[in-house]
């Protein structure tokens, strides 16, 4: 069935994309960054079937875990002032944009969290996508143990479930 794969940075959407690649297994990535119009069509070829698994950053993920290169403008390790480069003047990330929230993903049977969400409730939403209509789905998320946050923000998730 088709799936929703889930990360905390576009750079990881996109080192996942080259990874499924090599396995010729068809996939499209879906981030803040995109043109609106570029994210409906996405949303669109994968809801009529065009390609099986959907590679994704969410909204919470988007506006908290923002990179350097986003937040740029701010002071360096000294206290300096930083000057603005002309190239990090990269796409705006939409305010709206939220992939676990809200959009219409049809026939999703399985969700893959390969990073922790950073919230229980980022994590809620993203099961969500799975299972809709009485349909049965399957969540699964990926934790490295060896990290003391990981750990922690999954007891967080699950006191948060039901």
Do not use: C, W
Not at 33 to 51: A, C, D, M, Q, W
Not at 67 to 88: C, P, W
């Amino acid at each position: 069935g088709k799936g929703l794969f889930f990360v905390n940075t576009i750079d990881g959407g996109y080192r996942l994309k080259l990874f499924l690649e090599q396995f010729h297994i068809r996939s499209a990535v879906l981030n803040a960054e995109l043109p609106l119009k570029s994210r409906l069509n996405i949303i669109e070829h994968f809801n009529v079937g065009n390609f099986d698994y959907l590679i994704a950053t969410d909204e919470a993920t988007d506006r908290r875990g923002g990179s350097k290169k986003q937040q740029d403008g701010g002071e360096d390790d000294n206290g300096d002032k930083k000057k603005k480069k002309k190239s990090n003047k990269r796409r705006q990330r939409d305010g709206e944009y939220g992939v676990s929230r809200g959009l219409d993903f049809r026939g999703v049977s399985f969700v893959v969290n390969v990073d922790l969400p950073t919230s229980p409730e980022s994590y809620t939403h993203r099961i969500g996508r799975t299972a809709r209509g009485g349909a049965n789905g399957v969540a699964l998320t990926l934790v490295d143990g060896t990290k003391r946050d990981e750990g922690e923000m999954l007891a967080m998730i699950q006191e948060n479930q039901p």
